[in-house]
């Protein structure tokens, strides 16, 4: 969102951004209603890739006893499993999951989620309350969607502020 106004004291114009990366996580990323996807570390990898292909997610929460313990990725299968060649009927998400996952706040920032993600070279984020309490699984593509969303919507604001409403609309 941009802020605009007029200096009382210089008489110029003075332009105020709030970054699309600036912005926490907590509600602007995260949708009501965001349906997790989670198994037991004793599920196997085919019934974790069956629900991933199934729902069309890149990953799946991994519990245990009411706690997260992994997730299991689409890089996660094909690195750990199928390059491998294990059995995926019978190797447990404990054996092939990324274990204790990097987890954020929800108070955090859209800028720490990438910093995190890009550092440790993952592409899904659980976003985790400190009570434990999972909210959702950020993905490179959610921030992405949402920095594209920002931009465009500063886009127009400048050039509305700039040219004037009706510009770019066709008579």
Do not use: W
């Not at 199934?54 to 890089?75: A, N, P, S, W, Y």
């Not at 092939?96 to 859209?110: C, G, Q, S």
């Not at 490179?140 to 931009?151: A, C, E, F, P, V």
């Amino acid at each position: 969102m941009i802020n605009c106004y007029f200096s009382t004291i210089k008489d110029t114009l003075i332009i105020e951004e709030e970054y699309a990366l600036k912005e926490k996580i907590h509600p602007s990323l995260i949708q009501h209603g965001v349906r997790l996807f989670a198994l037991p570390q004793t599920a196997n990898v085919k019934q974790a890739s069956t629900l991933m292909a199934i729902e069309d997610v890149g990953c799946v929460l991994v519990m245990h006893k009411g706690k997260l313990v992994g997730v299991f990725t689409e890089r996660d299968l094909i690195k750990r499993a199928v390059a491998k060649g294990i059995n995926m009927d019978t190797t447990s998400l404990k054996e092939v999951m990324t274990a204790n996952p990097v987890t954020i706040d929800p108070d955090k920032t859209a800028s720490d989620a990438i910093n995190l993600m890009e550092s440790n070279q993952f592409r899904h984020l659980p976003v985790v309350r400190d009570s434990g309490e999972i909210l959702a699984v950020l993905s490179i593509k959610d921030l992405y969607g949402h920095m594209h969303r920002q931009l465009e919507i500063g886009i127009n604001q400048r050039e509305s502020f700039i040219f004037g409403n009706a510009y770019g609309i066709a008579c």
